[in-house]
């Protein structure tokens, strides 16, 4: 079978969309650093519907360190193919934005070389929570951690997503060229906020100078990013071969909803994102509150209790009714409350599509991979919509039992006394304190709540939440997450 590649392009199918324009025309325009699934279903996308207008906005693509996606696409000329799917059948593009793939770790000056382009005006991350070397409970820079100082002191050959940014930026200042735009496209709460005050810390660190400089001068919009893009598998390949007549070594599925809601504030221009569906707002602070309290504090719910449960994907831990019920009610009676006002926009109705797009049939979305790096989501998803609570005076009975469904994973151990393979930066920390404590909740609860990386200094000691975490804690333990729940539905 031949392969997706800029030769084969009119080989495809007919119905398989595929690029409207004159890919040898592009120019790079955007450095996204990391060129994952998600980046390749949502901004690539956007993106590429706009090229054949503005042809300035090419992706030049980065990995900070695995050759995986350049391996893949690099023999593809950049190009592959996302399926959007849902019960009633796939949706298929072909997206070209991509004006090369680099691997950076092979060449760290080069891309500080390519960095420095005038032509370059943006540059995105999605690089995962993890990526931001900051501690999520309170958003500062782990100035400790061993890369960032070996950034901070090798600043021509960095090994960090802030290291390479602020490398970029120095560069541009020494010869005189305007800072690139830093757009972040990851969960983080206030990303663009939170972005500036990483960069610039760091930047102070090299030289309280240059400090000021990136505090004043370079533009950090925020983002509320949202397309549920689940690891592309190799079932996938098959299909996806199939239907393209051809084989495309890294396909991406993905949902048909997309949104991206984008502060309009950008020092060097930027592309008409907003003519290919995004949409820009003076403050994304409301439909960021939103989308992490609402989506992703459900799904994280979803996947700790659904992965206890043996549910393999959010559609089958949707389809357990008590859980779907827990996952109504946590939006409605717990989230909801602590959302701000954001006029014209109609929650029930967006949580009631939430539910639509969890029970998607067509995505395998595995609950092991949402519960990957709880301890960098958790801030975010769970624990900011409970402090709002608590200030509320409200009840936290359903955050609680996600908090505690996390506690049960991070132990490393199922319920049927079977490892579980924890995926996160804390895991081996969070696996000691589990085998330190034993299987008691009274001991377990406090010991992992101690961590304040993920806790801060507030939570732990605030009765009403260490008691419901506890209690739920307790029950999971000596009922399980079926009955647990089944118990609490019933209330
Ligand atoms: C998910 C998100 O993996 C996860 O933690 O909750 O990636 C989620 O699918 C996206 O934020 C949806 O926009």
């Avoid at 390479?164 to 496209?185: D, E, M, S, Y």
């Avoid at 919509?385 to 009840?395: N, V």
Wanted: hydrophobic fraction near 40%; aromatic fraction near 6%; glycine fraction near 8%.
């Amino acid at each position: 079978m031949q392969r997706l590649s800029n030769a084969t392009l009119s080989a495809l199918p007919a119905d398989i969309e595929r690029p409207g324009y004159d890919r040898a025309a592009l120019s790079t325009g955007i450095v996204h650093l990391g060129i994952g699934a998600f980046h390749r279903a949502h901004q690539a996308v956007y993106t590429d519907t706009l090229l054949k207008d503005d042809p300035r906005w090419g992706i030049l693509g980065v990995s900070l360190r695995s050759p995986d996606t350049r391996d893949a696409l690099g023999p593809q000329d950049g190009l592959y193919s996302v399926s959007a799917v849902d019960g009633t059948g796939a949706k298929r593009r072909i997206i070209g934005a991509s004006t090369g793939l680099i691997v950076a770790s092979e060449d760290p000056t080069d891309l500080q070389r390519r960095l420095s382009d005038p032509g370059v005006r943006i540059v995105s991350t999605t690089v995962t929570e993890k990526g931001y070397s900051h501690d999520p409970a309170t958003g500062q820079l782990r100035e400790e951690d061993d890369a960032i100082r070996h950034d901070i002191a090798n600043l021509h050959q960095p090994r960090t997503t802030l290291g390479t940014l602020v490398g970029g930026l120095k560069q541009r200042r020494a010869t005189g060229i305007a800072p690139f735009t830093i757009l972040a496209c990851d969960n983080l709460p206030s990303n663009g906020h939170t972005l500036k005050r990483l960069v610039t810390r760091f930047a102070e660190l090299v030289d309280p100078d240059f400090g000021k400089w990136v505090a004043g001068d370079v533009h950090f919009p925020s983002t509320m990013v949202d397309r549920i893009v689940p690891a592309t598998t190799d079932a996938d390949r098959v299909s996806v071969a199939a239907a393209l007549g051809m084989t495309d070594a890294w396909p991406i599925m993905t949902e048909p909803f997309t949104q991206w809601v984008i502060e309009d504030d950008f020092g060097l221009g930027r592309p008409d994102w907003d003519r290919t569906g995004a949409e820009f707002v003076a403050d994304v602070a409301p439909y960021e509150l939103m989308k992490l309290r609402l989506l992703n504090g459900s799904h994280s719910t979803l996947a700790y209790l659904g992965y206890l449960m043996g549910c393999e994907t959010v559609a089958d831990a949707m389809a357990v009714p008590a859980l779907a019920s827990l996952i109504d009610g946590l939006m409605r009676d717990e989230v909801r409350s602590t959302l701000p006002e954001l006029k014209g926009f109609d929650v029930p109705a967006y949580c009631a599509s939430l539910v639509q797009r969890f029970r998607n049939p067509a995505l395998r979305h595995r609950t092991w991979q949402i519960a990957m790096d709880g301890s960098q989501k958790l801030p975010q998803r769970l624990l900011g919509t409970i402090r709002d609570r608590l200030t509320q005076g409200q009840s936290i009975d359903r955050l609680a039992l996600g908090v505690a469904a996390w506690m049960r994973y991070v132990t490393g151990i199922d319920e049927a006394g079977k490892p579980i393979d924890v995926r996160d930066p804390l895991a081996l920390k969070l696996r000691q304190i589990a085998d330190a404590a034993g299987p008691v909740a009274d001991r377990l609860a406090p010991a992992l709540l101690s961590v304040e990386a993920i806790f801060g200094t507030d939570l732990p000691t605030n009765p009403a939440f260490t008691s419901a975490v506890t209690k739920a804690l307790t029950s999971l333990y000596a009922n399980g997450a079926r009955a647990t729940l089944g118990q609490m539905t019933a209330n």
